[in-house]
């Protein structure tokens, strides 16, 4: 079955840095576009970063310049560099593959406060 599996969520203070990673199973990982996702409290879901399989990147205005996404398909792992975090940031962060389907994995807290 397809597993996608966040890991490194946690408590940064602003200006801080965190980097997330989303480890996928039972999926072709390098034909997928890889993406995060994120839900703050009282708010929808929004897209934060992704990347295609041929490696091409897009970015919510929100996080340019401070977020980078990648991928490592021989680890079938997707990555997001996240820097200068503030508190706007907070939010449970979804990793996402698409192709025909959707799949997501359960999600990682990332809290930003001092």
């Known amino acids: 079955q397809v597993q996608l599996v966040e890991s490194g969520g946690g408590l940064v203070q602003p200006g801080g840095s965190l980097r997330l990673s989303c480890a996928a199973s039972?999926?072709?990982?390098?034909?997928?576009?890889m993406g995060w996702y994120r839900q703050a409290p009282g708010k929808q879901r929004e897209l934060v970063a992704a990347?295609?399989?041929?490696?091409?990147?897009n970015y919510a205005d929100s996080v340019k310049g401070r977020f980078t996404i990648s991928r490592d398909n021989a680890k079938n792992t997707a990555y997001l560099q996240m820097n200068s975090l503030n508190a706007e940031d907070t939010a449970v962060y979804y990793c996402?593959?698409?192709?025909?389907?959707?799949?997501w994995g359960q999600g990682t807290q990332v809290s930003v406060s001092s």
């Open positions: 990347i295609s399989s041929g490696g091409s990147t």
């Open positions: 039972g999926i072709i990982f390098r034909i997928y576009t």
């Open positions: 996402n593959a698409k192709l025909t389907t959707n799949y």
